[in-house]
RNA sequence: GGCGGCAUAGCUCAGUCGGUUAGAGCGAAGGCUUCAUAAGCCUUAGGUCACUGGUUCGAGUCCAGUUGCCGCUACCA
């Protein structure tokens, strides 16, 4: 019987564009999975789909306007016609607010509360009567339990760092309308994973050994403190949990992304006209199931999950959980909201889909986070693809269109050291790409690959075909022919990884294309099948060069894009991202002031048009976390400037002080209010902005020199 | 703050159970070749294995600490 095994990638959430990262993580290292598996024989199915409840999407939805179905439905489409582009197929990509979801949710929230393994408890929640909502740790602030400071955060005090819990906060408000906030009792549902922790165990003893280093790591941490965790939380955009008692709470989003996988097999089965038909992906113990994702969903898809799965009263089989770590772009971290990114349709638009799926795996994060640079990527072009497998394939078609007249020769003298050379190293490649496929390392496998390519260009260079031509014709016939029968396992192997240039080396050796790998096994590929007698397609170059002058356009072209973005006020932007924030926050501590930066000229800083101004209103930006809109009176003008202070101002503390105002900084766009200028700040010994001020009042509008 | 992962050549990365002289590709330097898209093949140079200490006959590898990068720790997904 075939090996049977479902393979899933991450669901990407609806709420953007997948990039880069997400693809070399989770998403191409499944699709060369499946399709090396199905090779072998194995019957694979592949699924996945968009996650699409959730906060951010509801949030994002309003904001545009749109019902969150609508908004989710847009990028559905978007992210399904990316994955297209790069040839990831998926058997189904589904929807988490399709109702085949909902039901199998909702199922398997019963099976875990009929076995005993979800439990209530209610916690007072702080709740704003003026916003009407229940206020999440972010949304509040209060003075400190231990230092009394007035503004700390919902979570922690940003002046002593003792952190805490939001209803312990002395006289909490709600930082949207800065109204006090009231305790309510709050009833939330939570899986009960100590109970499962023997099970967990044995499931992890079991895998440990084959598992990576990250996961292995992230998995035993968590084990080591398993406590119960929330699965409902107060929101209209998601799954309603069906109990008395649970209006208006819906299952937050951890809990049903992952039984996406399974509704996304259900809906395929459906569709195959069996609606049983997904039982043996999941159900039979002799089915084998990956998770590909990112290091970021480690615990949920190595721990949780199989929690959930482990308390169903079905048996449903446990997950192998390959995770990747991050890809970075030139040295940074891909950010969408900071322009620093790929867009992948535009991507895909300029170079063949199959030169970034070779890059990305090439430089795939397996072992750690991994860069993608345009330089890379051109070296990958021209040094691999082009100049190893292209030059390879074009020099020894074109030799046998002119001098055999495009009918590929059979080897009429007895293999010579070179052909048998050539021949082992084509049979341990098969081997060792294999290997490394089977161990979810398509990296190596890519490398691997790579060695049978030089191999196939040595064996030419060795043999010379073109200088025996005239004095041992027989023998360049032979080396020709072996040539070929290496070609066309190369075009096999390469076919989960390039698939669009695989099936074209396919074609040029005179193969049918559509019948290409067709019913071939991998290991057909260890001993080719003699070509002798074909005649061969069309000759023509697989790839283009990637010139220098197009990596330094490209470069170019995203420090541009970003450098619009890049040159935010100080303190709102530090405090955009998590990471600059940690790094800001290790920085601190090492050496407090930073150390003293190059010298300027004067007119360097008389270019700097800096005012006194008067905070004539402050408002919250809706949907962000650390922007306040300030209103100043600069003189005669008003002018809007967002700035990142509101973890430590409220807009009341604000309103009618007077702050130091840049005032001829580039505008700038940001969470769509266009901030013109900045406020300036200092940031205190506990990493808090403290807004300068004039000694003294002085009339508004005054320079700063 | 707590925890996990990572740190090896100019760049991107291999390095098994601790074992001789630490490997590959790109880039650099030199050579060969002209069938092939300035593609191919050969050779050479290039390393204080982040730092400090420890265990050991022996440490890139094991242990402790330090530094740096990334991630997790939320009603963030």
């Excluded at 084959?210 to 998601?238: C, F, H």
């Excluded at 159900?283 to 615990?299: A, C, M, R, S, Y």
């Excluded at 390879?392 to 070179?418: C, H, Q």
């Excluded at 900045?678 to 002085?698: C, G, I, N, S, Y």
Aim: glycine fraction near 6%.
């Amino acid at each position: 019987m075939p090996e049977r095994i479902t393979v899933t990638s991450a669901l990407p959430y609806a709420n953007g564009p997948i990039h880069f990262g997400h693809v070399a993580g989770a998403y191409l290292p499944a699709d060369i999975y499946v399709r090396y598996k199905r090779l072998t024989g194995a019957e694979v199915l592949f699924v996945c789909g968009t996650d699409e409840h959730g906060a951010p999407i509801q949030i994002n939805a309003e904001r545009a306007g749109q019902s969150p179905a609508e908004f989710a439905a847009r990028w559905h489409e978007e992210i399904k016609r990316s994955f297209d582009r790069l040839s990831i197929r998926f058997d189904n990509f589904s929807r988490t607010s399709r109702p085949i979801h909902h039901e199998t949710t909702l199922a398997f929230f019963r099976a875990l509360y009929a076995g005993g393994y979800i439990f209530a408890k209610s916690e007072d929640q702080l709740h704003c009567d003026h916003c009407q909502r229940g206020l999440p740790d972010r949304y509040v602030t209060g003075s400190c339990p231990r230092c009394g400071y007035e503004a700390a955060r919902g979570d922690e005090c940003p002046k002593c760092g003792h952190s805490f819990e939001a209803t312990e906060l002395g006289d909490p408000r709600c930082k949207t309308c800065g109204r006090p906030a009231s305790k309510r009792p709050s009833r939330h549902w939570y899986l009960d994973l100590p109970k499962l922790a023997p099970k967990l165990e044995t499931y992890h003893a079991e895998r440990f050994p084959r598992w990576r280093q990250n996961v292995v790591g992230e998995v035993k941490k968590y084990m080591a403190d398993l406590r119960p965790r929330a699965i409902t939380r107060d929101l209209s955009w998601g799954i309603p949990v069906p109990l008395e008692g649970a209006e208006g709470k819906v299952f937050y989003v951890w809990f049903d992304a992952p039984i996406g996988y399974i509704s996304s097999t259900r809906e395929w089965a459906v569709a195959q006209g069996d609606p049983e038909a997904w039982r043996p992906w999941w159900q039979d113990p002799q089915t084998k199931l990956v998770h590909f994702i990112g290091k970021d969903n480690i615990v949920f898809h190595a721990l949780i999950f199989p929690a959930m799965l482990l308390g169903q009263d079905e048996p449903y089989i446990l997950p192998d959980v390959p995770a990747n770590e991050f890809l970075n772009l030139e040295g940074r971290k891909f950010s969408t909201s900071e322009g620093w990114f790929i867009s992948i349709d535009e991507f895909v638009a300029k170079y063949p889909p199959d030169t970034v799926r070779w890059t990305l795996t090439r430089s795939a994060p397996e072992t750690r986070d991994s860069e993608f640079t345009y330089r890379d990527f051109q070296t990958r072009v021209n040094a691999e693809l082009l100049g190893c497998f292209g030059n390879f394939v074009n020099r020894m078609l074109k030799f046998v269109a002119s001098r055999y007249d495009g009918v590929i020769p059979a080897a009429e003298a007895p293999f010579g050291p070179e052909e048998e050379a050539a021949l082992a190293a084509l049979a341990r490649g098969v081997e060792e790409v294999g290997q490394a496929l089977d161990g979810y390392s398509s990296r190596t496998a890519a490398g691997r690959l790579l060695e049978i390519g030089y191999a196939a260009n040595k064996l030419i260079e060795d043999a010379q075909p073109f200088k025996r031509l005239k004095d041992d014709p027989a023998r360049a016939a032979t080396t020709v022919n072996v040539a070929c029968r290496l070609m066309e396992s190369l075009a096999l192997l390469l076919y989960p990884f390039i698939p669009q240039t695989s099936k074209r080396i396919a074609a040029q050796l005179g193969l049918a294309v559509q019948d290409f790998p067709g019913s071939r096994r991998w290991s057909d590929a260890a001993r080719p099948a003699d070509p002798a007698g074909r005649r061969i397609g069309k000759v023509k170059h697989l790839f283009r060069r990637i010139e220098d002058e197009t990596v330094a356009a490209e470069v170019e072209a995203l420090r541009a894009r970003a450098a619009g973005a890049a040159q935010t006020a100080s303190p709102a932007k530090e405090a955009q991202s998590k990471g600059a924030k940690k790094k800001k926050k290790k920085k601190k501590k090492k050496d407090a002031p930073s150390g003293p930066r190059a010298e300027i000229a004067f007119e360097d800083f008389a270019a700097l048009d800096l005012r006194v101004a008067r905070v004539a209103a402050a408002e919250s930006v809706p949907g962000a976390d650390k922007l306040l809109r300030l209103e100043l009176e600069v003189g005669e003008e008003r002018r809007t400037v967002v700035s990142g202070i509101k973890a430590w101002y409220t807009p009341e503390d604000l309103v009618g002080r007077q702050v130091i105002y840049l005032a001829n900084l580039a505008p700038r766009k940001l969470r769509g209010v266009l901030s013109q200028g900045m406020v300036l700040a200092a940031t205190d010994e506990h990493d808090a902005a403290v807004l300068l001020q004039p000694e003294r009042e002085v009339p508004s509008g005054a320079r700063v020199s």
